[in-house]
């Protein structure tokens, strides 16, 4: 069943069809893989020839969005997809599971750049995946067959029951980190993980709500209880701010609290926990910006002139990003679920401040200096398109995500209390 009923919001509707654009122009007709960046300087536009499973993941959800806007037709977006299929069947792999940079014209593995699985640029595409199954029902089969293919039990540490960052295949060898925080963009592989049965559920209660009490490096010593959840005891810790309470992430970015949420619908199934503490992120954020003297909220990794960097609000992580007064656009569109005025507002100060091309906003300014990054990530780009198409068509990503039987079946890990009331 297709969505007819849709918030009939203009400014945003324009907006995302800019934002669609971007994937429409920078995705190769014979492969249907989208370049990861280009870089506009002046009447010089720089591209990238290198795609992910993160950007990959963007496009084809971006396709079930632009079908709901009519911006295309149904039978086209179909096309476009089963094209990406196509491509993604004919990839090299590892266990199912896709490496981390691919050419976009040729198709050829970016081995320059190392042999390297990824368990979150996976967990993304695995999600998309299912989006697509469910919503183009010509190609559920097809779909579901690449997901089935993706095996995440050989990036499961069963000594710790974690997920490592990843596999170096050339090397033969796992990372030495592991993913351990719950509050960040890696509970989307946690969660279709889980959702698969590629890893136990119990996975989830051993991720990490705070570090524990005695990790002295942390920004500040959690409060919080023990509770059990499936035979494992977990410190259910938090964070304060003032007199709010919330969950860190990593490193204080929106992207890390906000993007899994545009696939798992965490405002809705997850209200007294994930949600609610969304809701808590984009409100110390607008409140951190306030603090400032920021006119703008919104910091997260981001393209600058000379590259990519991590901007956050150290306050609200475990280790904690600098802002260095740079606001990325992604960041304040992912929060429109949360407060949509503020961001709309927020919108209408990025156009004024020249933050507006032919691809929808730019990717950050230094608020301070007003210097305008003009440049467009697919990824970006991508929690762009989601968070409108969401807002703007019911949810759409959201109902199909969890239409989808390994959506659902991972559905009672959402069942939990953050204990982020404050006490009378």
């Known amino acids: 069943m297709r969505y007819q009923f849709y918030n009939k919001d203009e400014a945003m509707h324009v907006l995302l069809e800019d934002t669609y654009r971007y994937f429409d122009d920078h995705t190769n007709r014979e492969t249907g893989l989208t370049r990861d960046r280009i870089d506009i300087e002046e009447n010089d536009v720089k591209t990238y020839n290198q795609t992910s499973p993160t950007n990959i993941a963007m496009y084809l959800s971006s396709l079930v969005i632009a079908a709901e806007a009519e911006l295309i037709n149904y039978k086209e977006a179909e096309e476009k997809t089963a094209l990406v299929l196509n491509t993604l069947d004919s990839l090299d792999r590892w266990n199912g599971l896709f490496y981390n940079w691919y050419v976009v014209d040729s198709k050829e593995q970016m081995t320059d750049w190392g042999k390297f699985i990824s368990s979150v640029d996976n967990g993304w595409l695995t999600a998309a995946l299912m989006v697509s199954a469910e919503y183009f029902y010509n190609l559920e089969s097809h779909a579901n067959d690449l997901i089935n ?6 990036l499961y540490d069963n000594n710790i029951d974690r997920l490592y960052g990843g596999f170096d295949v050339e090397q033969n060898q796992y990372t030495n980190h592991h993913y351990g925080t719950l509050y960040s963009e890696t509970r989307m592989a946690s969660y279709v993980a889980i959702g698969k049965e590629d890893v136990p559920s119990d996975h989830w209660w051993k991720l990490d709500r705070t570090a524990p009490e005695e990790f002295d490096w942390q920004r500040q010593v959690p409060k919080g209880k023990f509770v059990e959840k499936e035979n494992t005891q977990m410190f259910q ?3 304060e701010l003032g007199e709010e309470r919330f969950v860190p992430s990593w490193g ?6 906000l993007m899994p949420g545009l696939y798992i619908n965490e405002k809705k ?4 926990g994930l949600g609610a503490n969304n809701y808590q992120h984009v409100k110390l954020q607008q409140n951190y910006s306030e603090q400032k003297g920021y006119p703008l909220f919104g910091f997260s990794p981001a393209a600058i002139p000379d590259g990519y960097s991590e901007f956050g609000v150290e306050e609200l992580g475990m280790s904690g990003y600098d802002d260095q007064a740079t ?3 992604h960041a304040a569109i992912l929060a429109i ?3 949509d005025e503020s961001v709309k507002n927020s919108f209408k100060i990025m156009k004024e401040k020249d933050m507006y091309g032919d691809y929808g906003l730019y990717d950050s300014i230094n608020l301070l200096t007003e210097e305008v990054t003009h440049s467009y990530l697919a990824l970006d780009q ?5 968070a409108l198409g969401n807002y703007l068509y019911n949810d759409i990503i959201r109902e199909y995500f969890h239409a989808h039987p390994y959506g659902n079946n991972a559905e009672p890990l959402l069942e939990e209390d953050f204990l982020l009331q404050i006490d009378n």
């Open 337 to 339: 679920d949360y407060d």
């Open 269 to 272: 199934l997850a209200e007294k």
């Open 327 to 329: 606001m990325t656009a």
């Open 252 to 257: 204080g970015s929106m992207f890390e609290a």
């Open 149 to 154: 293919q993706m095996d995440y039990s050989y």
């Open 237 to 239: 810790g938090y964070y």
């Open 382 to 386: 991508g929690m762009i398109i989601l």
